[in-house]
């Protein structure tokens, strides 16, 4: 059986780690394309000037219009051709670091995470926009980014939700990635650019599996220190271990393990309003519990992450994503959403159908709110 697995070729993760881009671009060239938004440019603008001064490399600024369209990409690589740009850089959020991808297509890419949101930044994915933000395509590059830099005293310096958030993220990857071992699924790591997917069908590695079983043990001794961390500013061994876990152990266990129901539900979930305030990583902690439900993981384990959403504050049932009352019609639009034939519910080691999904998200909640009243 073929299997694959895929990740950067370069990560590097330190305090003011910043200071050290420069030097990655002078391995390309003389200069970079720098595509980030104007409020992250100016968060970290004085290791930006720093970096460029040490290592005499020009950052050419781009004015990100701030959605991943292919309009703006096409507008970011002529701009790039013009300037003769040897490297791209995508520095802040999903959206700048996805557009980056999108500009490089595969060669000499840097990534520099501004917060530890989502497990993203690693991956050779990247997903399209209309200018009017609404979803159009999913793009899959040769190659992942060649450098992924976590400035960590940039992240300890941003709102810890989002890095609760990216908690939440990282906690399904496990669960999902046992999954699709299970049941002998293929993995993104295998898809070579997305037109022929066939070609590359691939289940995941060991080596994936034990990333996401890291992932999960990680989160569940030092997620709770890394909040208090956060809440604080400061960078600790057990902040800088969560980090970790957020962007690399999730991004390589969900990317080379697989993913599986706790995705595909998330994806169903975007159709009820309530949850639109909501970050992806917190629906995904929600329905990291549906999924366990829908395979009747034991009462310890179930627990388990209960204990753990609550000690970190990740939500644990409907109400603590937006959504107070739901009809049996609008859960039931949310499970075909799940359940369609593309969706990543279709690794789990067994047929699942709306119904099945309908139930596990009704119990959930159910399971979840309980429990959050019994700690009361
Ligand atoms: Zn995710």
Redesign the pocket.
């Known amino acids: 059986m073929r299997r694959a697995f895929i990740s950067p070729a370069k990560y590097v993760q330190g305090e003011n780690e910043l200071l050290n881009l420069g030097y990655f671009i002078k391995t390309f060239g003389e200069s970079a394309l720098l595509i980030a938004h104007a409020d992250d440019v100016q968060r970290v603008k004085p290791k930006l000037e720093h970096t460029m001064k040490t290592y005499g490399v020009t950052l050419v600024e781009s004015g990100f219009n701030g959605e991943c369209s292919r309009q703006e990409v096409q507008r970011l690589k002529q701009l790039a051709a013009e300037h003769n740009c040897s490297c791209t850089i995508g520095l802040g959020g999903g959206k700048a670091i996805d557009t980056a991808k999108c500009v490089a297509e595969g060669e000499a890419l840097i990534i520099v995470p501004t917060i530890a949101a989502?497990?993203?930044p690693t991956s050779h994915s990247a997903v399209l926009y209309t200018p009017e933000g609404e979803f159009d395509d999913y793009a899959y590059f040769k190659q992942s980014p060649t450098v992924v830099m976590i400035d960590t005293t940039v992240i300890a310096n941003a709102p810890t939700r989002f890095l609760v958030a990216g908690m939440g993220?990282a906690l399904?990857t496990y669960f999902e990635a046992r999954a699709t071992s299970n049941s002998y699924s293929r993995v993104n790591a295998g898809l070579p650019c997305g037109e022929q997917e066939g070609v590359g069908a691939a289940i995941g590695t060991r080596a994936a599996l034990a990333l996401a079983k890291l992932c999960y043990e990680t989160l569940l001794e030092d997620g709770a220190k890394a909040k208090a961390a956060c809440d604080a500013n400061l960078v600790t061994p057990a902040f800088e271990n969560i980090v970790e876990t957020n962007i690399l152990l999730?991004g390589l266990g969900?990317e080379s393990g697989g993913?599986a129901a706790a995705?595909a539900i998330?994806n169903g979930l975007t159709a009820l309003e309530g949850t639109h305030h909501y970050y992806?990583?917190e629906k995904?902690a929600f329905t990291t519990l549906v999924q366990l439900v829908l395979e009747n993981a034991s009462t310890a384990e179930m627990n388990e992450v209960l204990q753990f959403c609550v000690s970190v504050g990740l939500p644990v049932c409907l109400p603590d994503i937006g959504v107070t009352s739901v009809t049996d019609e609008e859960l039931r639009n949310v499970a075909a959403k799940a359940c369609i034939a593309e969706e990543s519910i279709h690794s789990m080691p067994f047929p699942v159908n709306e119904d099945m999904v309908v139930a596990a998200i009704r119990v959930a909640d159910q399971i979840g709110q309980q429990f959050k009243q019994k700690g009361e």
């Open positions: 989502t497990d993203a993220d399904s999730s969900f993913l995705h998330h992806h990583g995904v």
